[in-house]
């Protein structure tokens, strides 16, 4: 971009910095960031430090994720802290999510996913008994997990184009197997 003689501006570094995680390039990331503000002298937004936070988690540098959450200039939301909370599950580290849990209650305590999130890591972790805890939580909360297959938009409009596209199979000779395991089990 810039050998083309344009300006980086805050949505190109996002977009930089979001590479970089996905790609693994760490330093390069860092390297970036740090071009951001000394060079290019664009303020980092809230967006940019949770792009930070993703480079550092995906690195498994959970701890030094935590700590750009820390220092940022602004409050951190939900969608950065969130960010971190998801990396812990990646990474199996329930203390971390446990503490960013107490935040994130702060911030909103009615988000049904991060509860989720928090039970699930312990589920995964064979701690049965802290999955149950949070699961109970919620409960008295009167927080419900809300049903991923249905929460969409536009769930009503794509669940009758998969009915539509059903029913068009089957009028071209589609059978679907379970279909064919119920007719065989009665022969």
Known sequence: MQKEGFKPDGVSFTGAFTACSHAGLFNEGLHYFDNTKRIHKITPRIEHYGCIVDLYSRAGMLEDALNVIKNMPMKPNEVVVGS???????????SLAERLMKYLYELDPGVD???????????????WDGSSKVRKNMKALGIQKTPGNKSHVDAEHIYSTLELL???LKLCGYVPENIVRESCEFD
């Not at 996913?113 to 699930?120: A, F, I, P, R, T």
């Open 84 to 94: 971190l909370l998801a990396a812990c599950r990646t990474n199996g580290n329930i």
């Open 113 to 127: 996913s991060n509860y989720v999130l928090l039970s699930n890591i312990c589920a995964a972790d064979g701690r």
């Open 166 to 168: 059903s029913f068009e």
